[in-house]
């Protein structure tokens, strides 16, 4: 995660830290920690907080240089993100044990990520696009 973009972000907002941690329902020291890099940010708090800044998840996490795109306040549907977890593994031709291997996990909670019972970490979403060059914000249904 790219986290002078974040801070960037947040600035270019004039938003202080209290303003994002205020307006994300967290103390202001969660979210200096997730900033800060001290804390990894949960997938659908790294959500709420694109959406607040108004940018991409790619571009906070550093998978594009383009900041923002036709922006929707999207919440993340959890078995639309299953399923093209599923999908992009099965057209890649990996496995779930595969998957689990590159991303730093095991198969089994894994294996619930793609059924949407589990949110996958946001540092593994991360390195799962990274790996099959796949955007998050397309893998969580914010874009088609």
């Known amino acids: 995660m790219d986290l002078e973009r974040l801070k960037e972000a947040r600035e270019d907002l004039e938003l202080t830290q209290s303003n ?7 103390g202001r020291s969660t979210y200096a920690g997730w ?3 001290i ?10 907080t694109c959406n607040l800044l108004k940018v991409s ?8 240089n ?18 093209r977890l599923k999908d992009t593994r099965i057209k890649a031709g990996d496995s779930q044990e595969d998957v689990a291997r590159i991303i730093g996990t095991t198969q089994s909670p894994y294996s619930k990520y793609e059924l949407g019972k589990n949110t996958i970490l946001t540092v593994f979403i991360i390195a799962f696009a990274k790996h099959y060059k796949v955007s998050i ?6 874009i088609d």
């Open 57 to 64: 998840m790619d571009y906070i996490a550093g998978l594009t």
């Open 35 to 37: 900033e800060n890099g």
């Open 39 to 48: 804390d990894s940010i949960p997938l659908l708090k790294f959500n709420d």
């Open 20 to 26: 994002m941690a205020n307006n994300l329902n967290v």
């Open 66 to 83: 383009v900041k923002t795109y036709n922006f929707t306040n999207k919440d993340i549907d959890l078995t639309i993100l299953g399923q």
């Open 137 to 142: 914000d397309w893998l969580c249904g914010k």
